[in-house]
């Protein structure tokens, strides 16, 4: 590791810290208790006590107190789900999120998501934002309108051709009333395929029920857009067969109707010098089945998984915001946010005198947007809380065993504990082992995902 540390080219302070913190007693505890955070760079820090006793004995089995441990802290991870904030827990997150999608897709039985959802018609789809004016973009012939050929990272790419009369406003009301234009999407998506099936909407309810999880993303330009996977299932959820009226085809063709039809649409009033604006989805719609493996024009499980996984650990970074409230317009300038976002973040200060219970300027650094980032249905899959409970269940397992508390019913056993919070962070020459810590926990949890991918297909296979 120290090969890896020094390579990576520290500065003297952070090296010399490095070399104080490796060279404490407490060094190997240290290490233990940043990599059950996954190395988190920004680790919550606890002093307190556990207690356990015999209930009726009263003898003590077990007693942990942070004192022993180095500078008498515990470090939690921090758990926040942004890249940009803490790499390590935001790479926990995506699993978790990856996972939840996949078990929707492909079932779980360690997650009450039986296999057989693979043969219920789903589709990936992508329902995207109207336009607010021109923006410089690569068209896949020819140049930019601007006459440029941009490069693909150019920093222009999204941004307004003609600023003057680019609808920041809109843009921004759009991303503030885009959940609940999610919500008359899928109201009306209902109505669609009970239509298709030639059945009233009671009668739906009782032979189907649609689920779905989705994830928000930002476009360069700033408007967000929606990745979602849709299913059918039958009355009771994932574990029903779905009635044999419903096909991939009706799916995507219920969609598509819902998606362009006119009560899918929230309306935001005029206000002052604003106009009363409708907004609706863009005519960027993309449907694609959902199959178990490639096999060309279709998306595959797993890809469709990593997808999403990969947008739910992002806000609206990728625009160059800020990832953290705004408190003045001044600091965006100090924080070298690029110009479309800054008008972005400008019209929502504007708008929110005008639109007091959309909270635009709350949400300015989301650009408006107030959602949640990934969300589904009640009967998609599993829930992250789920998923966060079984990793815990895990640990607490682990840490039992260790104890050698094992043999004892639970119920006999009880539990005194006194936590108090002692602040959060690294020193630099800890953040810095973190950092190496957090990227061979990632390596290695890489190469067990690829290894467990590659069984998956190679039991398929052998299936076929
Ligand atoms: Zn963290
Ligand atoms: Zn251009």
């Known amino acids: 590791m120290t090969n890896a540390v020094a390579s990576a080219g520290l500065d003297p302070i952070t090296l010399g810290d490095l070399l104080r913190v490796?060279?404490?007693?407490?060094?190997?505890?240290?290490?233990?208790?940043?990599?059950?955070?996954?190395?988190?760079?920004?680790?919550?820090?606890?002093?307190?006590?556990?207690?356990?006793?015999?209930?009726?004995?009263?003898?003590?089995?077990?007693r942990y107190t942070t004192a022993d441990e180095p500078g008498g802290?515990?470090?939690?991870?921090?758990?926040?789900?942004?890249?940009?904030?803490?790499?390590?827990?935001?790479?926990?997150?995506?699993?978790?999120?990856?996972?939840?999608?996949?078990?929707?897709?492909?079932?779980?039985d360690r997650r009450d998501v039986?296999?057989?959802?693979?043969?219920?018609?789903?589709?990936?789809?992508t329902l995207t934002a109207p336009s607010f004016g021109p923006v410089h973009n690569r068209p896949d012939r020819g140049a930019c309108r601007c006459g440029a050929r941009h490069a693909p990272d150019s920093p222009e790419l999204g941004t307004a051709l003609d600023p003057a009369t680019y609808d920041y406003a809109g843009a921004v009301l759009f991303n503030n009333y885009a959940g609940q234009l999610w919500q008359r999407f899928s109201n009306r998506l209902r109505r669609e395929i009970a239509a298709r099936a030639g059945i009233?909407?009671?009668?739906?309810?009782?032979?189907?029920?649609?689920?779905?999880?989705?994830?928000?993303?930002?476009?360069?330009?700033?408007?967000?857009?929606?990745?979602?996977?849709?299913?059918?299932?039958?009355?009771?959820?994932?574990?029903?067969?779905?009635?044999?009226?419903?096909?991939?085809?009706?799916?995507a063709d219920a969609i598509r109707a819902a998606a362009?039809?006119?009560?899918?649409s929230v309306s935001a009033p005029a206000a002052a010098d604003q106009p009363a604006r409708t907004f609706r989805w863009g005519t960027q719609l993309d449907v694609r089945p959902v199959k178990a493996f490639g096999d060309g024009s279709d998306i595959t499980e797993q890809a469709v998984a990593s997808y999403v996984a990969k947008y739910a650990t992002k806000a609206a970074e990728n625009?160059?915001?800020?990832?953290?409230?705004?408190?003045?317009?001044?600091?965006?300038?100090?924080?070298?946010?690029?110009?479309?976002?800054?008008?972005?973040?400008?019209?929502?200060?504007?708008?929110?005198?005008?639109?007091p219970d959309r909270r635009l300027w709350a949400w300015a650094h989301m650009l408006g947007f107030r959602g949640h980032f990934s969300s589904k249905s009640r009967r998609y899959s599993t829930t992250l809380g789920a998923l966060r409970q079984a990793r815990a269940d895990y640990r607490a397992a682990q840490?039992?065993?260790?104890?050698?508390?094992?043999?004892?019913?639970?119920?006999?056993?009880?539990?005194?504990?006194?936590?108090?919070?002692?602040?959060?962070?690294?020193?630099?020459?800890?953040?810095?082992?973190?950092?190496?810590?957090?990227?061979?926990?990632?390596?290695?949890?890489?190469?067990?995902?690829?290894?467990?991918?590659?069984?998956?297909?190679?039991?398929?296979q052998a299936h076929e």
Request: hydrophobic residues 35%; glycine residues 10%.
């Open 200 to 251: 009233t909407q009671r009668e739906l309810k009782e032979c189907a029920r649609l689920s779905y999880g989705k994830v928000a993303e930002f476009q360069k330009r700033g408007a967000v857009h929606f990745h979602a996977v849709i299913r059918i299932d039958g009355p009771d959820g994932p574990d029903a067969p779905p009635p044999s009226w419903a096909t991939v085809d009706l799916l």
């Open 319 to 355: 625009t160059g915001t800020l990832d953290r409230r705004v408190g003045e317009l001044s600091e965006l300038e100090r924080h070298g946010v690029p110009g479309h976002a800054r008008r972005l973040i400008a019209a929502c200060k504007a708008l929110d005198p005008l639109y």
């Open 399 to 460: 840490e039992h065993a260790a104890l050698g508390l094992d043999d004892r019913e639970p119920d006999t056993v009880l539990v005194l504990t006194d936590w108090q919070y002692a602040g959060h962070g690294h020193t630099p020459g800890e953040s810095a082992l973190a950092a190496t810590i957090a990227r061979d926990l990632q390596l290695n949890r890489e190469t067990a995902r690829e290894e467990l991918a590659a069984l998956r297909q190679e039991g398929q």
């Open 22 to 62: 490796a060279g404490s007693p407490g060094f190997d505890r240290w290490q233990d208790q940043i990599r059950r955070t996954g190395g988190c760079s920004d680790p919550i820090h606890l002093t307190g006590w556990t207690i356990r006793k015999d209930k009726t004995t009263g003898e003590t089995l077990h």
């Open 114 to 125: 039986p296999a057989t959802v693979r043969d219920h018609p789903r589709v990936f789809a």
């Open 73 to 108: 802290r515990l470090r939690v991870a921090c758990g926040n789900r942004r890249a940009s904030r803490c790499p390590a827990c935001a790479w926990t997150y995506a699993g978790d999120t990856y996972h939840l999608i996949r078990a929707g897709l492909a079932g779980d």
């Open 260 to 264: 362009a039809h006119s009560y899918t």
